[in-house]
């Protein structure tokens, strides 16, 4: 067993690991963080993205031990004060999910992209988004969400602070 401390969603957990276990079981099992779905055993559905340290991981192909002194972001620790995201009040607002199995990926892979490119085109949403699969919606709405969200509006034309929001 290996000593790992890691921050999850602004709280810090000292645990004792196997060293081959997966952050996203570390995360949904050990933390009870279900909130980040498993999709696939291939690495390819891309539902499990957490943040590792500021930047999206599919968290089936990190292992627990590699987070030991990070810092993990996952989707239950977007919503302030009971209050969504921008990118979780978008996706609700543009129907940008069905099932809902591949939002909480989504939605950490489009902050990834709005870090790093706050006004994205649709072409380079898409881009972005090619590492998560959905089999549902077709991906129009995903990527109206990703791009309100960029353009600074709400479906209310509400103007919304999303650099403040991932800066934080
Ligand atoms: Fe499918 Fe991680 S569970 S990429
Ligand atoms: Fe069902 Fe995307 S909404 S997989």
Do not use: I, N, V, Y
């Given at each position: 067993m290996t000593h790992i401390s890691v921050t999850v969603d602004g709280t810090v957990y000292e645990d004792e690991v196997e060293p081959r276990l997966l952050l996203v079981h570390y995360l949904r099992e050990r933390l009870g963080l279900t909130g980040t779905p498993i999709g696939c055993d291939t690495s390819n559905c891309g539902t499990c993205t957490v943040e590792l340290d500021g930047a999206s991981v599919k968290s089936c192909t990190v292992l627990a031990v590699q987070a030991d002194g990070g810092e993990v972001t996952t989707i239950q620790g977007l919503a302030r004060d009971g209050e969504w995201s921008e990118l979780q009040r978008a996706f609700h607002e543009r129907h940008a999910l069905q099932c809902g199995y591949c939002t909480?990926?989504?939605i950490m892979a489009a902050r990834d992209l709005l870090r790093e490119n706050p006004h994205?085109?649709?072409d380079e949403v898409r881009k972005a988004?090619?590492?998560n699969l959905c089999?549902?919606?077709g991906y129009q709405n995903i990527v109206r969400a990703v791009l309100a969200v960029?353009?600074?509006e709400t479906a209310s034309g509400e103007r919304t602070g999303f650099a403040q929001e991932v800066t934080a």
């Open positions: 909480p990926g989504m994205p085109d649709s988004l090619e590492g089999r549902c919606t960029a353009e600074g």
